[in-house]
Nanobody
Framework: QVQLVESGGGLVQAGGSLRLSCAAS????????MGWFRQAPGKEREFVAA????????YYADSVKGRFTISRDNAKNTVYLQMNSLNPEDTAVYYC???????????????????WGQGTQVTVSS
């Protein structure tokens, strides 16, 4: 079992930045590829970014490429999402996700992840 807790969300003006954190506890964090997803009101949860177990590879949704950066610190059991040049369309609840263990295959679908955090709200004002 892996427990995930996101933090760092908040209200920011368009053009601003936020850094989200996701702290993991439980089984070995470094065994899991990690992902970030987001869900806006009335919309399905969508993929944002993913990172392999050793940070050797990352993958981004086209909508955030060049603006967002995913990273992780296995010593701190934490994955981050640095978000720059935010715009109102980025407003959503952001979730981190883990799994499955033992693979570096980066997945973009929600069914590709075994564990989820409770989410953190990001609101970008125009």
């Amino acid at each position: 079992q892996v427990q995930l807790v996101e933090s760092g969300g908040g209200l920011v003006q368009a053009g601003g930045s936020l850094r989200l954190s996701c702290a993991a506890s439980g089984r070995t964090f470094s065994s899991y590829a990690m992902g970030w997803f987001r869900q806006a009101p009335g919309k399905e949860r969508e993929f944002v970014a993913a990172i392999t177990r050793s940070s050797s590879s990352t993958y981004y949704a086209d909508s955030v490429k060049g603006r967002f950066t995913i990273s992780r610190d296995n010593a701190k059991n934490t994955v981050y999402l640095q978000m720059n040049s935010l715009n109102p369309e980025d407003t959503a609840v952001y979730y981190c996700a883990a799994g499955p263990a033992g693979t570096d295959r980066l997945r973009v679908g929600v069914r590709g992840y075994d564990y989820w955090g409770q989410g953190t709200q990001v609101t970008v004002s125009s």
